[in-house]
């Protein structure tokens, strides 16, 4: 199209406002993408390494829920900042000769396929090269990124315009309807961070045993060089809001103790928390496992890249699940025997770490999103790239998959996403998990692909393996009905399921950006989607995971949005509740177990409790205090619901209890 060129030249004159005129024959990213936007072709680049290295990224490969590469530039002469020890002493060889420029779209930004060609910047380049992954000065803001932000959004607007908005004006009306009439619910923004206090929380909040919800921010807390300015917190939230913090990552020297905990929480039957750091480490900066008390002690159990070539995986961003056995589970984008693709791995609550898998391209890469175990006992998940999907930018190298994955690490293949160039309907890029549900299906989104303007599906897959698009967004004008998914569906106490779109929903809202800052849904078992909340950026911005607390209530973190201020342009994000009318319920700290094995059973009022029955046979328990009990799995006992009788009235779990052979 006309403004492709015109797109790249803006592109070459921000990577010529940094200062940087070129990076050797590797092709810096900014240019590389500005290049084939001009011409369709590579050019060659003036080598400014001579020039001290000023252009040398320190990559901070993080990007937010928007997918607008929060990336960092500086120079560090090659050593990873504080660490004092070459950054590639432990990393594969890299080898630029094969040309994979689909390394430099790793990072997409909020536009169409067919626009990521200016998208990015490579871990894997960033990980076996000159280029580091540790982060070193001068800082560029994030108003850097303004001018790359703006034009993007601008050219985002044309293609959608071109494509998906253009519905006839009849659906808006049969929408507008139809939001009318969905049942009242009540939004309340609880949080909106400052800075101080944390910023641009990405991970979906978890509820203790004491009835309050955790979770995490990337940004915000302590300032400290090393992690360009803020770190991340692990904070505590009542349901009414009050918000503390428990721990500010990068407290320990040379960021030790890690930072950038993206995947967020999660509660042991131990009652404390387990989760990952991006960065930071013993090791070269490769991310951490840590575990953490309800008072804030925090306990790092794993450096990853410890093993020659980070052979046990680096860079993890998904959350971490407590398996039947006890151990956690999780995944890293990258690392594994392959170099490159991503692990899953296994890690003991003393920190034993097994790598399960090292994908290798073919059969999956860059899993995002985290695992879980399906009622076959098995691991089911995602991965972002690879398989054998071919319409995807720039090298045909996949467009995600999902799998199904043995505790022996056996890996299956379940569905390739983008079957052909010129077919995505069943959706793309998958970057969060799966659910399965009640009806013992599947449940994912894809943030790109479908059938309206690159904005992402809802997709099925039954026992069989049949994988079935559910729901194609921007199917409604404006793309009223979101667009783009990154966070994991969950499935409601009534027995729907819940999710949130990063944009969409009012265009207009007072971000300015012209597409949109995201949404609440619901969708029925039949597929029928409703909005149940459109966001506004003072409200919030960016929508990621949510969690349903026991007492009913829905409960979910923005990226962007709320309040802005001097250390967030665009808001430091923020936490929302949204009460949608369903009652309480308890569900477990783990969903599985054996006969006369212990578990945690989460609710409210269950001070007065006078039995507790799983599937109708009677269980011994022992009320710990009015939002936790503990509970054993009776003799007899098969797989079902738990019920508990409090003086308020009998509580139902919102799943069934799996009994274990």
């Known amino acids: 199209m006309s403004g492709e060129p015109a797109l790249g030249v803006a592109l070459l004159n921000f990577h010529r406002d940094l200062g940087c005129d070129g990076l050797l024959n590797v092709k810096h990213p900014i240019a590389v993408a500005a290049a084939k936007l001009v011409d369709g072709s590579l050019v060659e680049l ?27 530039f500086g120079a560090n002469g090659g050593r990873e900042v504080g660490a004092g020890r070459p950054r590639d002493s432990r990393r594969a060889p890299f080898d630029f000769a094969q040309g994979r420029l689909r390394y430099w779209a790793r990072c997409w ?9 200016m998208a990015g910047i490579s871990r894997q380049a960033a990980a076996h090269s000159p280029l580091r992954l540790g982060r070193g000065e001068p800082r560029f803001s994030r108003v850097s990124w303004a001018a790359i932000r703006e034009f993007s959004y601008q050219w985002r607007i044309v293609m959608a315009r071109l494509s998906a908005w253009k519905v006839a004006g009849v659906v808006f009306v049969l929408f507008a309807a139809t939001a009318i009439g969905a049942q009242a619910q009540t939004f309340t923004t609880l949080v909106d961070f400052d800075g ?51 721990y500010e990552f990068c407290a320990q020297p040379d960021c030790t103790d890690g930072y950038d905990p993206i995947g967020g929480l999660v509660l042991g039957t131990d009652g404390n928390f387990y989760g990952t750091t991006e960065y930071g480490g013993t090791t ?17 159990l794993y450096n990853f890249c410890s093993k020659l070539y980070c052979a046990d995986g680096e860079n993890s961003t998904a959350p971490l699940f407590e398996a039947a056995n006890g151990h956690f589970y999780g995944t890293t984008q990258l690392g594994g025997v392959y170099g490159t693709f991503g692990t ?40 972002f790239d690879g398989g054998k999907g071919q319409g995807c930018f720039p090298d045909q190298g996949g467009c995600g998959t999902a799998f199904r ?62 994988t079935t698009t559910f729901y194609n967004f921007c199917a409604q004008p404006n793309c009223a ?52 909340h459109t966001f506004e950026s003072s409200d919030g911005a960016f929508p990621l995971s949510l969690v349903q607390a026991t007492n009913g209530t829905f409960y979910g973190v923005t990226n962007n949005g709320g309040t802005f201020n001097s250390s967030c342009s665009e808001g430091c994000g923020t936490i929302f509740s949204l009460d949608v009318s369903l009652g309480p319920f308890v569900t477990f700290v783990r969903a ?45 006992a098969t797989t079902g619901y738990v019920t508990v009788a409090t003086p308020s009235g009998t509580l139902t779990s919102n799943l069934p209890f799996r009994v274990l052979p």
């Not at 070269?284 to 790092?300: C, E, H, M, P, Q």
């Not at 043995?406 to 969060?432: E, I, M």
């Not at 799966?434 to 992402?456: C, E, F, K, M, P």
């Open 592 to 636: 599985a177990g054996k006969v006369g094995q212990t578990g945690g059973i989460l609710g409210q009022g269950f001070t007065g409790t006078t039995s507790v029955s799983l599937n109708g046979i009677a269980a011994n328990f022992t009320v710990v205090s009015d939002t936790f009990i503990k509970a054993t799995v009776p003799a007899g």
């Open 481 to 532: 009905d979101g667009g783009e998914p990154a966070a994991p569906l969950i499935q409601g106490s009534d027995g729907n399921l819940y999710g949130t779109t990063l944009l969409g929903g009012d265009i207009n809202c007072n971000l300015g950006y012209g597409y949109g800052c995201g949404t609440v849904f619901r969708i029925t078992p039949q597929g029928s989607l409703t909005t149940l």
């Open 109 to 117: 930004l909020t536009i169409g396929p067919s626009e990521r060609i």
């Open 284 to 300: 070269i900066a490769a991310g951490t496992v840590f575990k953490i008390s309800r008072n804030g002690t925090l306990i790092t």
């Open 405 to 466: 994955l043995t505790p022996g690490g056996k890996l299956t293949t379940v569905h390739s996403f983008c079957p052909s160039p010129t077919n995505c309907s069943d959706g793309a890029q998958p970057q969060a998990g799966l659910i399965q549900a009640t009806d013992g299906n599947l449940y994912g989104v894809t943030s790109n692909g479908a059938t309206h303007g690159y904005a992402g599906t809802i997709f099925r897959i039954a026992p069989t393996g049949t």
């Open 344 to 383: 899953a791995f296994e890690i003991t609550p003393t920190g034993n770490l097994t790598t399960v898998f090292s994908f290798d391209k073919k059969d999956g890469e860059s899993p995002y999103g985290g695992l879980i175990q399906g009622s076959d006992g098995n691991f089911y998940g995602t991965t």
């Open 46 to 72: 003036s080598d400014h390494a001579a020039h001290g290295g000023q252009c040398v990224p320190s990559i901070k490969d993080y990007y937010n829920d928007r997918h607008t590469c929060k990336r960092y």
């Open 196 to 246: 101080n206090d944390g910023a641009e929380p990405l991970a979906a909040l978890v509820q203790g045993a004491d009835g309050n919800l955790y979770g995490t921010t990337s940004m915000g807390g302590i300032s400290n060089s090393q992690c360009f300015g803020s770190c991340g917190t692990a904070f505590k939230i009542t349901v009414a809001g009050s918000l503390t913090t428990m």
